[in-house]
Each structure stands twice: as C-alpha cells, then as structure tokens.
C-alpha cells in the first residue's frame, strides 16, 4: 500500500516480482558512505529523481532490474551509487585488476560523459576508472587498462578488442550495466553486446537501462536478466 502511494507521487511503476522495494526519497537513506553523502549534497541535488528513487532499492536488493526513463532524469547516478557501494562491498577490492563494475554505452561522447559522472563521484576515492571507446588510439587505453580499473566504461567494439588482446579480462565483474540499452541495438551492437556478457560470470548482477522499452530489450532482459531474488 505504502509503495503504491510512493510510485504514484513519483508517476512511477515497478513490474516484477513482489515484494516491489519501497522507493526512496532522500538520499541520506541509501546506506551511502559518509563521504560520498557529502559529494551528492554538494553536487546541489534536492532530492533523487523517479528513476532514482525505485532504481536504488532495486539495485541495492541485489536483484537483476531494467529501468526506463526518459533521457535526462538521472540514470546514470541511479546505477553508479549503488555500484559503489557494491564495489565497496567486494571482498576482492585489492586483488585483480579487471573492471568490478561494468559500464556499456553505444558511442564514445555518451562513455565520456558516463565517465566524467564516474570521475566526479569517486574523486579522492581508491576507486580508478576509464573508458574506452573507437575512433582514438589504443596505447592510452590500454595502459590505464593495465593499471588496473573498478569501473570500466566502455563502447562494445572497442571493449571486445581489448578483450580479445588480453588488456583486460571480466573476471571481477560482478555489477553488469547496459547504458542506453535501446540505443545499443539500434546501432546494431546485440552481437558485440552478447559475446561480452558472455564472457561475465552468470551470477553477476545486471541492470539495463533504456529509453524505451521495445520487445528486443525485452527479448534481451529476458536473455540477461534473472527473475529470482538472489
Ligand atoms: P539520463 O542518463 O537519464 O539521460 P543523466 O544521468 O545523464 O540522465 O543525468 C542528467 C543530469 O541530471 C546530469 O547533469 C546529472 O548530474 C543530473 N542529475 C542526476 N541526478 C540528479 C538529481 N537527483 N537531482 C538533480 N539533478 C540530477
Ligand atoms: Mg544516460
């Protein structure tokens, strides 16, 4: 009753198996680090928007999820906070140097902008990231891929290449994101997109994120997705 109350003041819906997890409203109820609080409060928010407000209790859950809202209400924060504090849970924080948190997103400008939210939120953190993306030389890439990253966001040919070269591996990968899912397939990314995931442990956590909700997305959540609370 109460989240049905929530998601109409928000002029949200959540489909899926019940219990629906209780949207938030502020975004000191999150479990966020001390710091990090600090970090979104000085960014000047009021308060989570309606993407973030169901998409964080969902993905903090564990659970598998696909979030659709419009471009500009704040998707990329509602996937990156909860997967910091994923992140920060891993016990294998120290060891590896693969990508723990994997970020796909069709074209370069959309990796860069992904990264500089990235950027902004784990500043003065121990969390490193990068992104790589076509249409630049490799070597800079490759190098900070050497260095060892948490986060990795990346454009799928490009990601397949340093995979394919042994740059990088997904072995850590444990928090799978699709970024602007339906843009991905519209460019005709679905067999970049599928020889990668395959390559990520099954027992990964993955979220998608779109615009829209076509039925090749739902053919995909229902590929890459798991119904089941984990
Ligand atoms: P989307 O991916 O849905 O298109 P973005 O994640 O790119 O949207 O966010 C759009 C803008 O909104 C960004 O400048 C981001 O910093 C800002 N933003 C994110 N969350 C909030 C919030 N809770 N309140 C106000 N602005 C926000
Ligand atoms: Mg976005």
């Known amino acids: 009753q109460q989240v049905a109350e929530s998601l109409k003041a928000l002029n949200a819906n959540i489909e899926g198996r019940k219990p629906h997890p209780r949207p938030v409203t502020r975004f000191d109820c999150i479990g966020l680090p001390e710091d990090l609080l ?4 000085g960014a000047g928010f009021d308060q989570p928007t309606p993407i973030q407000a169901v998409g964080w209790p969902a993905a903090l859950s564990g659970r598998d999820m696909v979030g659709i809202a419009q471009t500009g209400s704040g ?3 509602a996937y990156l906070l909860p997967g910091l ?5 891993q016990p294998a924080l120290l060891a590896g140097d693969g990508p723990i948190a994997l970020v796909m997103a069709p074209t370069r400008e959309l990796a860069m ?22 249409g630049v030389n490799r070597y800079s890439q490759a190098s900070d891929l050497r ?13 397949l290449d340093f995979l394919e070269s042994g ?6 990968v444990t928090y799978l994101n699709l970024d602007e899912a339906d843009r991905m397939l519209d460019m005709g990314f679905e067999p970049q997109i599928r020889k990668v995931v395959s ?7 993955t979220l ?3 615009a829209t909700w076509p039925k090749e997305i739902q053919r995909l959540a229902r590929d890459f997705c798991r119904e089941e609370t984990p």
């Open 38 to 41: 600090q970090t979104v409060k």
């Open 75 to 77: 998707k990329t924060l």
């Open 85 to 89: 504090i994923h992140i920060a849970e």
């Open 113 to 134: 902008q992904i990264h500089s939210e990235v950027m902004r939120f784990t500043d003065g953190s121990r969390i490193r990231s990068t992104a790589v993306f076509g």
């Open 147 to 159: 260095r060892g990253v948490e986060i990795l966001i990346a454009t799928p040919g490009r990601l």
């Open 167 to 172: 740059t990088t591996n997904l072995k850590r």
């Open 199 to 205: 390559q990520i442990r099954p027992d990964r956590q």
């Open 208 to 210: 998608m994120w779109s």
